[in-house]
């Protein structure tokens, strides 16, 4: 069974640009989660969704957005990108969201904003 | 707002050492708490598991301890080999947001040969 997948793997930005990246959740499962790693602030959660819908954000601006497609899979912009945006962008999926669930995550994407 | 905190930056133990990782959270509605280990270039691994009406759980060579009274999480790993050199990470959620999970800062555990 193949893994959360995430593409690309590494990108480069300028300030400015805006970036979008996907994310590919493990077969069957339906919610997925999106997770910014620095070195400054560790893990933080963005948002996840589940059947296309968002169930909860975390306390990004609003230049951080996604979305889930109808198989589950899902992508996330960020627009007008700063510096401090480099991070690894990390997906993670689960069945249903549900507590108790082993959340799955992939091995991220690594953003550079130049 | 609350966040989960580690006690120790880094951590060397000798291989076929036990370790011991700890985790201070403050947000008293958490119920439910994961270990995660990730490796360089990878994204962080379910390890084990706790829910807060528990005080203990044992997995494969990894033991989770909670200490509700006073805010305390640890993992225990037996026999540590050197695959699991990783940085590790608590993680806490409560029932109202089952999937925004606020994690720790770290431990990076290195085992010595």
């Not at chain 1, 979305?67 to 899979?73: A, E, G, I, T, V």
């Not at chain 1, 700063?82 to 549900?98: F, I, K, R, V």
């Not at chain 2, 609350?2 to 133990?13: A, F, I, M, Q």
């Not at chain 2, 026999?79 to 947001?97: H, K, L, N, R």
Request: hydrophobic share 30%; charged share 15%; aromatic share 10%.
């Amino acid at each position: 069974k193949a893994g959360v997948t995430q593409t690309p793997r590494y990108l480069i930005k300028t300030r400015g640009q805006q970036v979008t990246l996907s994310c590919s959740p493990i077969s069957g499962h339906r919610s997925v989660s999106w997770y910014q790693q620095t070195p400054g602030q560790g893990l933080q959660f963005l948002f996840e969704y589940f059947s296309e819908t968002q169930r909860n954000k975390g306390n990004f601006p609003g230049r951080f957005s996604g979305r889930q497609f109808s198989n589950s899979r899902s992508e996330m912009n960020v627009s007008t990108l700063e510096l401090g945006d480099s991070a690894l962008y990390l997906c993670a999926s689960s069945l249903a969201g549900g507590q108790g669930e082993k959340l799955f995550f992939g091995s991220g994407t690594q953003l550079s904003v130049l | 707002g609350e966040s989960v905190g580690l006690h120790l930056p880094t951590l060397s133990v000798q291989e076929g050492d036990n370790s011991i990782i700890n985790c201070a959270y403050s947000n008293s509605a958490s119920d439910y708490f994961i270990w995660y280990k990730q490796e360089s270039g990878k994204g962080p691994q379910f390890i084990i598991d706790i829910r807060s009406n528990m005080d203990k759980r044992q997995g494969q060579r990894v033991t989770v301890l909670l200490n509700k009274t006073v805010k305390h999480l640890s993992l225990q790993i037996a026999a540590t080999q050197p695959g699991d050199s990783a940085v590790y990470f608590c993680a806490e959620t409560f029932s109202g947001s089952a999937r925004q999970l606020t994690f720790g800062s770290g431990t990076q555990l290195t085992v010595l040969p």
